[in-house]
């Protein structure tokens, strides 16, 4: 599954609103085919809701609108208010009869919406520094008994977190077998506590001259529920504040 992936919108209506949002605010789409190599600037021009349909300025350079019609995986992006926005058509139609210069697309499947505050990533501040609490089974034991974790947050956003851990600190590697932490409390000081489950995604040494010791430990957030995500970027926001002071 690639980043992309988590970002990717698949329902029908909520790729509609996001299409009349394009529309409404006369956001510029690049148009590129052929691997990346022929391309135009374009703006939509309506969207024809019972038909499924976009109908898009054409280029105006008639050479590069017959390889359009011509090409297969054609990508369109553009940028709205800061959010990255892009779809994919395996082909287009022809411009209407009478109307050369639009296009008529098919509504996509599937829309990216990436929005910038997504990976808007802050570090923890020294002072009230955030944690984040779980258990895990001490697999060292033989009696594999539960292991209470507690470790300061080194980074966090809307997306996920990091922390700081250190191996020597519980005699091996309590991450070793790990990938998925169930029920991990996040505690975001002055703000809120939240339990959400996790997701390991990388792990690499703070120094790269001790590629054993001190490690970082990103970690990715379950989707979170709106009011997480509120919560969330009210501490994002505090944090900001603060240091602004």
Same mark, same amino acid.
């Given at each position: 599954m690639?980043?992309?992936?988590?970002?990717?919108?698949?329902?029908?209506?909520e790729?509609?609103?996001?299409?009349?949002?394009?529309?409404?605010?006369?956001?510029?789409?690049?148009?590129?085919?052929n691997?990346?190599k022929?391309?135009?600037?374009?703006?939509?021009?309506?969207?024809?809701l019972?038909?499924?349909?976009?109908?898009?300025?054409?280029?105006?350079?008639?050479?590069?609108?017959?390889?359009?019609?011509?090409?297969?995986?054609i990508?369109f992006e553009?940028?709205?208010?800061g959010?990255?926005?892009?779809?994919?058509?395996?082909?287009?139609?022809?411009?209407?009869?009478?109307?050369?210069?639009?296009?008529?697309?098919?509504?996509?499947?599937e829309? @990216?919406?990436?929005e910038?505050?997504l990976? &808007?990533?802050?570090? *923890?501040? =020294? /002072? %009230?520094?955030?944690? $984040?609490?779980?258990?895990?089974?001490?697999?060292a034991?033989?009696?594999?008994?539960?292991?209470?974790?507690?470790?300061?947050?080194?980074?966090?956003?809307?997306t996920?977190?990091?922390? @700081?851990y250190?191996?020597?600190?519980?005699? &091996?590697?309590?991450? *070793?077998? =790990? /990938? %998925?932490?169930?029920? $991990?409390?996040?505690?975001?000081?002055?703000?809120?506590?939240?339990?959400?489950?996790v997701?390991?995604?990388?792990?690499?040494?703070?120094?790269?001259?001790?590629?054993?010791?001190?490690? @970082?430990?990103?970690?990715?957030?379950?989707?979170?529920?709106?009011?997480?995500?509120? /919560?969330?970027?009210?501490?994002?926001?505090s944090?900001?504040?603060?240091?602004?002071?």
């Amino acid at each position: 599954m690639s980043d992309n992936d988590n970002f990717t919108l698949k329902n029908s209506n909520e790729i509609t609103r996001k299409l009349n949002l394009l529309l409404k605010q006369n956001s510029l789409l690049t148009v590129s085919f052929n691997e990346g190599k022929s391309f135009f600037i374009s703006t939509l021009i309506s969207i024809d809701l019972k038909k499924k349909q976009l109908h898009l300025d054409s280029a105006s350079d008639k050479k590069i609108n017959q390889q359009l019609y011509k090409a297969s995986n054609i990508l369109f992006e553009a940028k709205v208010g800061g959010v990255q926005v892009s779809f994919t058509l395996a082909k287009i139609s022809k411009p209407l009869l009478g109307k050369s210069t639009e296009i008529i697309l098919a509504f996509p499947s599937e829309l @990216i919406w990436l929005e910038r505050r997504l990976f &808007y990533r802050v570090k *923890a501040p =020294i /002072q %009230n520094t955030p944690s $984040c609490q779980f258990t895990l089974i001490n697999s060292a034991s033989t009696e594999e008994l539960p292991l209470s974790v507690v470790l300061d947050i080194y980074d966090i956003s809307l997306t996920g977190f990091s922390f @700081i851990y250190d191996p020597d600190k519980f005699g &091996y590697d309590i991450f *070793a077998d =790990i /990938q %998925n932490i169930k029920d $991990c409390t996040i505690i975001l000081p002055g703000v809120t506590k939240l339990s959400i489950d996790v997701e390991i995604r990388n792990q690499h040494p703070l120094k790269v001259s001790a590629p054993e010791k001190v490690q @970082i430990i990103g970690l990715k957030f379950a989707p979170l529920t709106s009011a997480y995500e509120s /919560q969330i970027q009210r501490y994002l926001l505090s944090v900001e504040r603060s240091r602004m002071q």
